[in-house]
């Protein structure tokens, strides 16, 4: 923090500041690597899964699911950060059962870099939160759903200037009561999907 604090007031103070070099023990350093500290993380992007919705005793309602994804993280370390995400997705007229199908995820994030010292960077997810799901059809087949679920993924990103990058994720997602009403239920517990994302770290 008082490094920070440094920063700002000669940054405040309007006084130029240039990266000088130093040398410790052989390893270079620059001044702005010395003042460097954990840093924001925050993408958004698209993503696909398995999940689908099944009449009781019946056929598939819907199958597959896609929408927009963002998540906002914190780095603790090169190698850690935590953080929170969020998932929608809606599908109108998916099948002659559904008229409307919306689903809401959020929940909290833990993503572990694997190679942070190389490029692209490969890293593990941890993620859990609560799963939102409402849908418009007949009236015997409407209803919603407020459940947890929790994830576990995998992803490579590859990073440009300026902290800009964009990756992929595959990921495996497990609801805990996967059932709407009487009739509407998930299937599967477990799905998998896929993420593509773009973002920004500074």
Same mark, same amino acid.
């Given at each position: 923090?008082?490094?920070?604090?440094?920063? @700002?007031? =000669?940054?405040?103070?309007? =006084?130029?500041?240039? +990266?000088?070099?130093?040398?410790?023990?052989?390893?270079?350093?620059?001044?702005?690597?010395? =003042?460097?500290?954990?840093?924001? %993380?925050?993408? *958004?992007?698209?993503?696909?899964?398995?999940?689908?919705?099944?009449?009781?005793?019946?056929? $598939?309602?819907?199958?597959?699911?896609?929408?927009? *994804?963002?998540?906002?993280?914190?780095?603790?370390?090169?190698?850690?950060?935590?953080?929170?995400?969020?998932?929608?997705?809606?599908?109108?007229?998916?099948?002659?059962?559904? $008229? $409307?199908?919306?689903?809401?995820?959020?929940?909290?994030?833990?993503?572990?870099?694997?190679?942070?010292?190389?490029?692209?960077?490969?890293?593990?997810?941890?993620?859990?939160?609560?799963?939102?799901?409402?849908?418009?059809?007949?009236?015997? @087949?409407?209803?919603?759903?407020?459940?947890?679920? *929790?994830?576990?993924?995998?992803?490579? %990103?590859?990073?440009?200037?300026?902290?800009?990058?964009?990756?992929?994720?595959?990921?495996?997602?497990? $609801?805990? *009561?996967?059932? @709407?009403?009487?009739?509407?239920?998930? +299937?599967?517990?477990?799905?998998?999907?896929?993420?593509?994302?773009?973002?920004?770290?500074?």
């Amino acid at each position: 923090m008082r490094r920070f604090g440094l920063l @700002l007031a =000669l940054l405040l103070a309007g =006084l130029p500041v240039f +990266p000088q070099i130093y040398r410790v023990g052989g390893i270079t350093l620059s001044s702005l690597d010395a =003042l460097s500290g954990p840093s924001w %993380e925050v993408g *958004a992007g698209v993503f696909a899964s398995t999940a689908t919705l099944h009449v009781e005793k019946g056929e $598939d309602a819907f199958r597959g699911e896609a929408g927009f *994804a963002a998540r906002g993280l914190y780095a603790l370390s090169s190698w850690a950060a935590l953080g929170v995400e969020g998932q929608f997705s809606r599908a109108k007229d998916a099948s002659v059962f559904i $008229d $409307d199908y919306r689903v809401l995820r959020v929940g909290g994030v833990g993503k572990f870099t694997i190679t942070p010292d190389t490029n692209p960077r490969a890293y593990l997810l941890l993620g859990a939160g609560v799963v939102r799901r409402e849908v418009q059809s007949l009236r015997f @087949l409407a209803g919603s759903s407020t459940d947890g679920y *929790a994830t576990v993924g995998w992803g490579l %990103e590859a990073h440009s200037v300026g902290g800009w990058f964009g990756g992929v994720e595959l990921y495996g997602m497990y $609801d805990s *009561a996967p059932r @709407l009403n009487a009739f509407l239920r998930v +299937p599967r517990r477990w799905t998998a999907g896929a993420h593509l994302r773009f973002g920004l770290q500074f």
